[in-house]
């Protein structure tokens, strides 16, 4: 079996922002909308790249998701900040979503010659979810066409390492 | 202040907003909750009385607020 590895250091830094991310939500899982802003976080990076969007532009979004889904049920409030830490030790366990991704990410690895996990294609791996899907759902309350992102994603997967 | 009939807001709308309104809300409620427990410990209250208005023990109210709030 080849390896798939994404390098450690840059493993360690998406896995614990994509976690920082989630904690901040509230959430107790890591999920694909977690991801995909642990990825936004390295400035200049893949997914800030090939979406033209920051971090910063990520996190209103999200929360324009927030207020948008409260006042369809007819509730008007605006979230303030992030959620107050909770006692969660270690890292938060992924969605059933995320996992997939991550799975994506890992077969795009495994055509590249060192099967190594990079964030491009974890960026390409959250791109190809299907809809409904909350990262998909957060690309285009950005006004980002995802088939354009997805399709730079694997492009920069396959070009750089 | 408008009221809602929740269900019949969720009627018909896609069941995706009606998820992601029940995370929000969670997201809310800590977030009001936090606010709350401390500005009742900033007025005096008691872990027990807190708890009490939070229908919890007091316990559980301090073991979550305890270390941060005090």
């Known amino acids: 079996m080849m390896r798939t590895r994404l390098s450690a250091d840059a493993r360690a830094s998406v896995m614990r922002a ?21 990825l936004l976080t390295e400035p200049g990076g893949v997914a800030s790249t090939v979406l033209g969007r920051d971090i910063e532009a990520a996190r209103s979004a ?17 979230l303030s900040g992030p959620a107050p830490s909770r006692r969660m030790r270690g890292r938060l366990a992924f969605t059933a979503g995320a996992r997939s991704a991550f799975v994506r ?7 590249d010659h060192t099967g190594r996990v990079t964030a491009a294609h974890l960026t390409a791996g959250v791109l190809s979810a299907r809809a409904p899907d909350d990262a998909i759902a957060l690309v285009e309350a950005m006004g980002v066409d995802v088939a354009t992102a997805l399709e730079r994603a694997t492009a920069s997967s396959l070009g750089t390492q | 202040m408008e009221t809602t009939d929740i269900a019949s807001a969720i009627d018909g709308d896609e069941p995706r907003e009606a998820l992601r309104a029940v995370a929000a809300l969670r997201l809310l ?9 401390l500005s009742a410990r900033e ?8 708890g009490d208005a939070l229908g919890v023990s007091r316990q559980a109210i301090h073991k979550r607020f305890g270390k941060e709030i005090g």
């Open chain 2, 43 to 50: 007025a005096g209250w008691s872990w027990a009385q807190i």
């Open chain 2, 29 to 37: 409620a800590d977030q009001l909750e936090h606010r709350a427990v």
């Open chain 1, 105 to 111: 990410a890992v077969r795009l690895a495994q055509q």
């Open chain 1, 18 to 38: 994509a976690d920082a991310e989630a904690r901040r939500r509230g959430r107790r899982r890591i999920g694909t909308e977690d991801l995909l802003l642990g």
């Open chain 1, 62 to 78: 999200s929360a324009r998701l927030d207020t948008r889904a409260l006042e369809a049920v007819g509730i008007r409030a605006e």
